[in-house]
């Protein structure tokens, strides 16, 4: 697994998403086959809803 994850980086085949915030919105529209996540990743996910106009806002925070 971790030699084909090197080979799409390598090769920029755009299959290929970091960081928390480009992970969740690749899972949330269902365009994961596999994750890969770091065991000591603390972060909490805040869905905060603006009671004017309506929409909603996603933040991945951690403690920093």
Do not use: C, H, Q
Not at 30 to 37: D, F, H, L, Q, Y
């Amino acid at each position: 697994m971790i030699s084909k994850f090197f080979e799409e980086i390598s090769l920029d085949t755009g299959m290929i998403v970091f960081g928390v915030t480009d992970t969740m919105k690749a899972l949330e529209s269902s365009a994961i086959k596999t994750v890969m996540v770091w065991e000591d990743i603390d972060i909490t996910r805040f869905e905060v809803r603006n009671p004017v106009k309506g929409d909603n806002k996603v933040f991945y925070l951690n403690k920093k």
